[in-house]
C-alpha cells in the first residue's frame, strides 16, 4: 500500500515560519514530481510549489521568496519552508507525488495538514 504522510502543520502568529514534511511510504518509487497544494475554506485547492527529482523548483506567485520547496530523494521525503506567513496562508496544505507501484504509475495525495495563521 502507498501512502503519504504529511506533518507540520499548526497554529502560527503573522509573520512566523513552519516547516511541512511529507513522507511517502510502501512498495514504490517516486519517478516524477512532487508538489504542494492548500485548500482554504470555501476555495479550490490550488498549486503551491512543485520540484522534480532533479531539485528543479516552481512557485506560485504569491508564495514566491517566503516558501521553498525541497526534497530527499533517497528518503521518498518532500518539505515546504513556509517563511513571513500571513493569515491569506491559512489552508489545509496537501502534499502529491508522481508514483510507479505494482499496481502501475499514478499520482498520490496525502491526507492534508492544517496551517492556521493568526495573531
Known amino acids: 500500500q502507498v501512502q503519504l504522510v504529511e506533518s507540520g502543520g499548526g497554529l502560527v502568529q503573522p509573520g512566523g515560519s513552519l516547516r511541512l514534511s511529507c513522507a511517502a511510504s510502501?512498495?514504490?518509487?517516486?519517478?516524477?514530481?512532487m508538489a504542494w497544494y492548500r485548500q482554504a475554506p470555501g476555495k479550490q485547492r490550488d498549486l503551491v510549489a512543485t520540484?522534480?527529482?532533479?531539485?528543479?523548483?516552481n512557485y506560485a506567485d504569491s508564495v514566491k521568496g517566503r516558501f521553498t520547496i525541497s526534497r530527499v530523494n533517497a528518503q521518498n521525503t518532500v518539505y515546504l519552508q513556509m517563511n513571513n506567513l500571513t493569515p491569506a496562508d491559512t489552508a489545509v496544505y496537501y502534499c502529491?507525488?508522481?508514483?510507479?507501484?505494482?499496481w502501475g504509475r499514478g499520482t498520490y495525495w496525502g491526507q492534508g495538514t492544517q496551517v492556521t495563521v493568526s495573531s
Open positions: 510502501g512498495d514504490m518509487f517516486i519517478f516524477g514530481a
Open positions: 520540484i522534480i527529482r532533479t531539485g528543479s523548483t
Open positions: 502529491n507525488a508522481d508514483i510507479e507501484s505494482k
